[in-house]
């Protein structure tokens, strides 16, 4: 019985990138070898074991073989017989196909060494294309390791493109896109997942609604860049610089998606795009089954972005209206993020990526200042129910005036 690092560990160590999880693989020993040595079994579809004393995980080594589409379709088969190099060879990226062994050495039968030092992201071998999910996790990695310089190697971009058109990439199921998209948009670059997804034609397939973006005008005096796709991703980019929270950069991704929709005879303007667009980001987080927090904040940059632009302009009904239907008094967190996201897309043109906004410091100050209003104050003067609520609207709105004068 041998045990062996493997995976992201060894890889990310060669890279001095940091990681926290180690996994391991334990070649020549059977499930009753591992139970005997006081390893606690958890795995279901294959023999994962937690360490007695670490609680890291350990897995028997194990081949794979494609027995239906999508990427569960496949027949595992874990025995003492099957050897490391059997076991590196069902993963996925030569440069997660890398051993190392108790004495540090490295056991690397399909070169990834050379291909973390070369930054290429390359399948292992032709059953890459039996696991459509693979496409998301190369786009993952390339939103990874893009600022290391990492780019995918033209015959796994090609094997992906095969995979597209095979429809493999129909096969997977919302919860697990959704699980990689979430990853990647936690990762450094995420615009370079959706580039990635876009150059292997899966994108059109996973958020067609985004993928309708490129190539669709914007008036140039506003958005230098022109294309909305293009501005999209620098968007993204932004709420990067912003916020670390996949959250912000989920509305920063999705907050334009009317301009799709926008008919070419009305091109580049896009009126009313904030409401359709809206509708939209609905759709998206209902098909891939988003969780509700990053909905609403997606749902609301894309109906309201447009406000937060304009906030200087606002009269202030209209700014403690737009407060209200933001629910910025009862989830002041969210409404902070909603700021973010829309001063990233502010900044994600040209020209604009440093320059200073004040719109949200006026939005912030117009919260507090409609935030003071003494509730009981207002109780003791007789207001209650509807006059009590008309009574601190207008309150709100008259503190919110006087920020301007």
């Given amino acids: 019985m041998k045990t062996y690092l493997v995976g992201g560990a060894v890889r990310d160590e060669l890279l001095d990138y940091p990681f926290s999880e180690k996994d391991w693989v334990v070649v020549g020993a059977t499930v009753d070898d591992m139970v005997a040595a006081g390893y606690q079994q958890v795995g279901k579809d294959f023999p994962v074991f937690l360490h007695p004393d670490t609680?890291?995980?350990?897995?028997?080594?194990?081949?794979?073989?494609?027995?239906?589409?999508?990427?569960?379709?496949?027949?595992?088969?874990?025995?003492?017989?099957?050897?490391?190099?059997?076991?590196?060879?069902?993963?996925?990226?030569?440069?997660?196909?890398?051993?190392?062994?108790?004495?540090?050495?490295?056991?690397?039968?399909?070169?990834?060494?050379?291909?973390?030092h070369d930054k290429i992201l390359r399948h292992v071998s032709p059953a890459f294309s039996e696991d459509p999910v693979r496409i998301l996790r190369v786009a993952r990695f390339a939103a990874r390791y893009l600022h290391l310089g990492f780019i995918v190697a033209d015959e796994t971009m090609q094997l992906m493109k095969d995979m597209v058109a095979a429809g493999e990439i129909d096969a997977l199921v919302a919860e697990r896109v959704w699980q990689e998209m979430n990853k990647a948009l936690g990762e450094r670059s995420p615009s370079q997942f959706i580039e990635v997804l876009r150059d292997c034609g899966a994108l059109k397939i996973l958020l067609p609604e985004v993928d309708c973006l490129f190539g669709v005008p914007q008036p140039e005096e506003h958005h230098p860049e022109i294309d909305t796709g293009i501005h999209t991703l620098m968007v993204l980019q932004q709420a990067c610089k912003l916020s670390k929270d996949t959250d912000v950069r989920l509305a920063a991704l999705l907050h334009d998606l009317g301009k799709g929709t926008t008919p070419e005879s009305e091109w580049p303007r896009h009126i009313n795009h904030e409401s359709r667009g809206a509708k939209l980001v609905l759709d998206v987080c209902k098909r891939l089954r988003i969780p509700n927090e990053h909905r609403d904040l997606a749902e609301r940059t894309a109906r309201f972005h447009l406000h937060y632009h304009r906030a200087l302009e606002l009269k202030p009904e209209t700014v403690v209206k737009t407060l209200e239907q933001l629910d910025a008094f009862r989830k002041p967190e969210r409404f902070e993020k909603f700021l973010l996201a829309s001063e990233a897309d502010a900044r994600g043109r040209p020209g604009f990526e440093d320059k200073r906004f004040e719109q949200g410091d006026y939005f912030r100050k117009a919260l507090k200042a409609a935030n003071s209003v003494d509730v009981s104050a207002l109780r003791e003067q007789g207001f209650e129910n509807m006059q009590l609520a008309d009574k601190i609207k207008q309150e709100r709105v008259r503190l919110v005036k006087a920020l301007k004068s």
């Fill in 55 to 116: 609680k890291q995980e350990h897995a028997l080594a194990r081949t794979e073989r494609k027995t239906s589409p999508g990427y569960k379709g496949f027949e595992v088969h874990a025995s003492s017989e099957i050897t490391l190099e059997q076991d590196l060879e069902r993963r996925d990226l030569t440069i997660n196909a890398i051993a190392k062994d108790e004495k540090g050495e490295l056991i690397d039968p399909f070169n990834g060494v050379k291909d973390i």
